[in-house]
């Protein structure tokens, strides 16, 4: 890919040529690198050539570099930086005449398409056509722009209407995502105003797009010609259904756009069906039809309706627990936010008004638990249908997910899905529990007739790494069993019965990205060394041995968080210590000498143990949760001490307490863990001499009183989750205050760098095993602040690895200490963003 080299006399403006460009291409790995200012604080203003030569190594590309600058002394500091490349180097630069910032954002979607150095250069050359046609100024036609004629690939053809509904029009960032979804085909696109079509402009030319002027409500003509022709058609009137990614800009009454051809209305390209693409990958295989058979739900009257309701209630609590066990699977590799689609689940179990509905209809009318049941959810449905948000309406999916699973519990039937061979799971719909327990050995990938890309089904299939096509129609329904399919999950194409040419060019893209997936694997198990030497430590969170191991797969240096709870949940007997301790032992020896952090207990009111009775509070994240809760029964707390303490010879055990506010509290705990070290080894039982002791910081307090905790603590590792939650007084998933929920607000890493600096004065270490430990926009500043230790889930720790190689950590600690002046979380973003060039 062509890279892109920005000179300007002032840093602020580099700067902000490159975020604009940045943001015209924001899923590319499109370098570009900036040079600005003389360095010289008494006089800032101006270039320096060896500041450009830094520059130009960092945007180095066998494709070629091109260098734009803003006036005089620019272009004679880039030629004498020109002149301190080796030669082989320096014929791939080209210095362009073309403006900074124009050509910056032309040249940047021109490279971000695959275009030649020549084909970028030309883009930035012509970028003034875009503002001098707005303007009705003359000025010479850019390269971009066609005429009538011009000659294209022999093909297919297709062509629509497609009405401009953006708020703003198609300024640069919605033109920017016309022009690249224009530029995933091999057909030529072109682009006209419906009222003047003689003038057509090139589709997947910035310029030409841009200078069109397009304004809400005006109505293009869109041609396509080549092989994927159909699919370049249908790509852009989506992305027009979704704005051109400008989201609530756009929220415009809709007027569908209006297809001109005489093709059929079903999703079809000349090699198969369209649908949407979900979750990126190739994947080739005979069809998997799965049909799930809908338990049958007959209207009965019930002589004894209390047990008819406990009945039910056994129901709901056994898809409670195995909800809980998905949330848990899912969480090794995915988000926070992506694991938490279950919380929702959870929540539908519990709403009360639905509960309520249920209850008057069995306990008052008679009804049979399943017919109850399953009229509720049909209400439930309905009113969801109502809603005129597209996201919302289509949480309906898991309503009926939810509301399936139960009535299968109370049928007696299992909710399974048995596939005996690989091959591409096809379907009228997928459920996001379906979805979650997929065999990525055996499914290769997914197609279904329904569904889209904000679908918990497709965010759960990007977490597994299952490629996925949604939303095919029903035309999929129509496909036999074994079949012969190859699914594109970057173009939405889903080839059926493929020709043996298709087949080999699609066998080599699967075994160019299975490639790239085990070089990553790979990479991972190598140690993350910054450029400047620095070991970063990379560990998981966990919640079981099977986790212990896949985090090693991903090549986890050890374990920053072992969530013990995990064997105190979803039972209705306490575990008693010796299965604890055989647990504990099981997940040390899988991690040999590599570091193992046990946190003790982390439950409360919002996650009752049925054996531990607690009184019912108003607001569970402030009241007896975690080591409260445990200091409140000494004899439960220690039983797990022990346990832990008993797996830790010859490994690297460390404990950790949660949710800890005072000092008291930790001197409290580690008096309970001195006297079970003290009952440990009153039994014989060997232990290791010295078992470190941390705590984690979720609590402001915590971290206002780090220097009295760092006297007495051997680590601290920081909860940036909850630590968010009680800094900001916004709750973790409430929508309503989602905008306060970003842990990179400054007041939380005013909270975080204090917690460093008061480790450090005694020499202690600092981790954060927060979902912000897995942010690669996070990870500089919390490597510049000082953090030691990062930990996330397994899935994130390969990208984590490689980000950490490229960073030059005493660096960034004066973006560290800037970021802790800015005024939001945005600002910081941003900040990271331009300095670093990360997406």
Known sequence: MVNLVLVSHSPSLARGAAELARLMTQQSPLIIATAAGTGDESS??????EEIARAMEEAFSEDGVLVLMDMGSAVLSAEMALELLPPDKKAKFMLSSAPIVEGAV?????????????????????????????????????????????????????????????????????????VQTAGRFTSNVHVARADNEAKRSNAKSINAVASMGLRRGETIHVWAEGLDASAAIDALKQAAENGFGEGEETAVPAAAAREVTARSSSKTFDGGLLGIPASPGYAAGPAIVLKLAEPEIDQRTVDDPEAEWQRLSK?????????????????????????????AHLMFLKDPDLLARVQLAIVDGHKNAGWAWSEAIRDTLVEFGKIEDDYMRARAADVADIGRQVLVQLSGGAVTLNIAAPGILIAADLSPSDTARLDRVMVLGVCTEKGGPTSHSAILARTLGIPAVLGCGEALGTTAEGTSLIVDGSTGQVWTSPSAQVSAAYQEKIAAWRSQQ??????????????????????????????????????????????????????????????????????????????????????????PLAYLPQKEEQNPFLGKRALRLCLDQPDFFKAELRAILRASAGHNVKIMFPMVADIGELRRARALLEEAREEVLQRGIPIALKVDVGIMVEIPSAALLAPVFADEVD?????????????????????????????LHPAVLGLIDRTIRGADEVGKWVGVCGELAGDPVAMPLLLGLGVKELSMAPGSIPAAKSLARTLDIAGLRDLARESLELESSAAVRLLVKERLGLQ
Not at 44 to 49: D, R, S, V, Y
Not at 153 to 170: C, F, P, Q, S
Not at 717 to 737: F, H, K, P
């Open 315 to 343: 129901a709901l609590e056994a898809v409670r627990a195995s909800t809980e066990q998905l949330r848990t699977q899912i969480s090794k590799s995915a988000t926070t936010y992506d694991a938490a689609i279950f919380d």
């Open 44 to 49: 800032p203003l101006g270039t320096n050539a």
């Open 106 to 178: 032309s040249a940047a979607v021109q490279a971000s398409l695959g275009g030649t150095l020549e084909q970028v250069r030309a883009e930035a050359v012509g970028s003034l056509g875009n503002k001098a046609a707005q303007l009705s100024v003359p000025e010479e036609r850019g390269p971009a722009q066609e005429q009538p004629g011009t000659e294209v690939t022999v093909g297919a053809t297709a062509d629509a209407l497609i009405e401009i509904r953006n708020k703003l029009g198609l300024h640069a960032r919605p033109a920017a995502t016309f």
């Open 518 to 607: 085990a070089l990553a694997r790979q990479t991972s198990r190598a140690p993350a060394i910054s450029k400047d030497g620095i070991a970063v430590e990379i560990v998981a969170n966990i919640g079981s041995a099977k986790d212990a191991r896949a985090a090693l797969d991903s090549g986890a240096d050890g374990v920053g968080l072992l969530r013990s709870e995990f064997l105190f949940l979803n039972r209705s007997d306490m575990p008693q210590e010796d299965e604890q301790a055989a647990v504990y032992q099981e997940i040390a020896d899988v991690m040999e000498q590599r570091p193992l952090i046990i946190r003790t207990l982390d439950v409360g009111g919002d996650k």
């Open 715 to 743: 680590f601290f590792s920081i909860g940036t989750n909850d630590l968010t939650q009680y800094t900001m007084a916004a709750e973790r998933g409430n929508a309503d205050v989602a905008y306060l929920q970003d842990a």
